[in-house]
């Protein structure tokens, strides 16, 4: 089992950045990838970006250039650092982690004003 808790969504104008922070807890050692999910309202939960275990990142085209992943050598802090932020990025963020099953934090709010 693996717990994901988010933390750093809120209310930032656009131009702005915010940095999430996810903390994993439970195997730990058991995660293969990590990464960011975010679900718009009236729409389905998309793919921002993910690390694998490896160290690849693979990033959304909608976010390329403006969105940075990190995470501590444990894999645990995971962290996304949001630069020049859109209204369209507003939305639930959702940590997620891949053991032999997908695991998700309960999500943080980003809304981003015009």
């Known amino acids: 089992q693996v717990q994901l808790v988010e933390s750093g969504g809120g209310l930032v104008q656009a131009g702005g950045s915010l940095r999430l922070s996810c903390v994993a807890s439970?195997?730990?050692?058991?995660?293969?990838?990590m990464g960011w999910w975010r679900q718009a309202p009236g729409k389905q939960r998309e793919f921002v970006v993910r690390i694998t275990k490896g160290g690849s990142v693979n990033y959304a085209d909608s976010v390329k250039g403006r969105f940075t992943i990190s995470r501590d050598n444990a894999r645990t802090p995971l962290y996304l650092q949001m630069n020049s932020l859109k209204p369209e990025d507003t939305a639930v963020y959702y940590c997620?982690?891949?053991?032999?099953?997908?695991?998700w934090g309960q999500g943080t709010q980003v809304t981003v004003s015009s």
């Open positions: 997620g982690a891949m053991t032999y099953k997908m695991y």
């Open positions: 439970g195997s730990i050692s058991d995660i293969n990838n």
